[in-house]
């Protein structure tokens, strides 16, 4: 099975300084790849130069096997990859949150009453068919999350791109967050601050500082207390490899 | 569920059109006299909540009602100085006064009590342009955030011992807050187009299926247009 994203030396400028320096990075079709880093970083920029929303000033963005550098190349492959923002309030642009849910299904030209229907039957996997009704903008930042999630699972993606997806989730709409995402049998990147969120998902790791990517290593050591951890990776680490 | 605004939308509409070609002020006071009557034994509950925005408006008539009657020409009244006052002009001042009081009330009482969410799906039923539909449903989804927003940024500016006065000051730090409120519009709406983009959008939004008019909605919508034949008549005779 071909890779489903594929970067070769991709390099992001803006106004004239370099975001992302020649990142190389391949994902395979079940990879869980998390990606740490500083504030400014340029993680959510590696994202969105995934999804072709941002413009690479050299380097390859490979989808699928096809090499996209125009609009309509990665119109093409978007369908397949779901991307979490970082903001719900950006994602949620429909009133209710049925309707929201519909709108990949729509535009992938469902019918009205089918997008609705699959809408319902998302909500329902991920246990919160209860507030299909409910106006987004009354949600709480948990609900917010996982009505997110339900628009991009209901495109049926083989890729999810998550921008902190905890962020301001509260801990029980965090556990089913982490259930449903368990549950997803794709390929995954997680960018995040939260490190058990990271342990518990990723498979491995990566840390992204000063826009270039390193190798970096999960694992879980005592500290004052105990919680799992992420640390770029030594060349003298035994656990290397 | 929403409630269903189209029989009411439908209402308001009609009535407002035929009030608004009233020409005879004593068929304009009969209509006003009537929609008040009608409102008081009916929803007075509605009236009485909304009562202060009804008089907001009856403030900006009263301007008029003031000034018009200087600037129409005809029969002396009386006159001010050098400013006099028509008795036609009076008469205009007194129609348009009865007319835009009418036409409120009517839709203070078939709409006010909307969501403004089910507004939006009404109006999804009218011949209206789609991008302008857009428009209005997005509005209706970002007004809270954007009030957050804004609610926030005075917030931090009262934490921090800003107290809004008459000064210089305070007009400089409302227009930066203005200024930041637009920079961050521009940039979420960048954001929001980009995740429509995400998700393959291409300008069709989903909407929820409206359930079929019912009998009482039709009667609803005929005795309305009953009334509106009603008055163009008495108007026109």
New interface residues.
């Given amino acids: 099975m071909t890779a489903p994203v594929v970067l070769d030396r991709l390099s992001v400028t803006r106004d004239g300084l370099p975001v992302l320096r020649e990142v190389s990075l391949t994902l395979a079709p079940r990879d869980r790849l998390a990606i740490v880093g500083p504030n400014g970083a340029g993680k959510t920029t590696l994202l969105?130069a995934i999804?072709g929303?941002q413009v690479p000033s050299s380097g390859t963005v490979a989808l699928f096997g096809q090499t996209c550098t125009h609009e309509a190349e990665f119109?093409s492959h978007?369908?397949r990859?779901?991307?979490l923002?970082q903001?719900s309030?950006?994602?949620?642009?429909?009133?209710?949150v049925?309707?929201d849910v519909?709108?990949?299904p729509?535009?992938?030209g469902q019918s009205?009453?089918q997008?609705?229907k699959i809408?319902r039957e998302t909500l329902a996997h991920l246990g919160i068919a209860a507030l299909a009704?409910r106006?987004?903008?009354k949600l709480s930042g948990g609900e917010k999350r996982l009505v997110c999630l339900a628009?991009?699972l209901a495109?049926r993606p083989q890729v999810l791109l998550l921008d902190e997806p905890t962020n301001g989730v509260d801990a029980e709409n965090g556990a089913r967050l982490r259930a449903v995402l368990h549950g997803f049998e794709g390929a995954m990147i997680m960018v995040s601050h939260d490190d058990g969120f990271v342990a518990d998902l990723a498979n491995r790791a990566r840390l992204l500082s000063g826009g270039c990517l390193q190798e970096a290593d999960i694992h879980d050591h005592a500290h004052l207390h105990r919680h799992p951890h992420v640390h770029p990776r030594m060349k003298t680490d035994p656990n290397a490899g | 569920m929403t409630q269903d605004l189209r029989p009411s939308l439908a209402c308001a509409l009609i009535l407002v059109l035929a009030v608004s070609q009233l020409a005879s002020l004593s068929t304009a006071l009969g209509a006003l006299a009537s929609t008040v009557l009608g409102g008081l034994i009916w929803q007075r509950a509605r009236l009485v909540a909304h009562k202060r925005r009804l008089l907001h408006l009856e403030v900006f008539l009263l301007l008029v009602l003031l000034t018009l009657p200087f600037t129409v020409a005809g029969t002396a009244l009386f006159s001010l100085g050098p400013l006099v006052a028509s008795v036609e002009g009076v008469a205009r001042a007194l129609l348009v006064v009865a007319k835009i009081s009418t036409a409120v009330l009517l839709i203070t009482l078939f709409l006010a009590q909307a969501e403004p969410l089910a507004l939006a799906r009404a109006l999804h039923a009218a011949p209206l342009p789609k991008p302008l539909l857009r428009l209005i449903s997005l509005t209706l989804r970002y007004l809270s955030v954007v009030s957050d927003e804004f609610n926030r940024l005075r917030e931090a500016a009262k934490a921090r011992s800003f107290r809004p006065a008459t000064t210089l000051r305070t007009w400089r730090v409302m227009g930066l807050m203005m200024g930041t409120m637009l920079l961050r519009a521009l940039s979420r709406a960048d954001r929001i187009s980009e995740a429509m983009r995400a998700r393959s959008g291409a300008g069709h939004m989903p909407h929820l299926p409206l359930p079929a008019l019912s009998r009482r909605d039709h009667l609803r919508i005929g005795a309305s247009l009953i009334g509106a034949l009603f008055l163009t008549v008495m108007d026109r005779l």
């Fill in positions: 969105r999804m929303l119109r978007r369908p990859i779901g991307f923002f903001d309030d950006d994602q949620l642009f429909c009133p209710t049925v309707e519909a709108f990949g729509l535009n992938l009205n009453a997008a609705l809408a009704e106006l987004v903008h628009g991009l495109m």
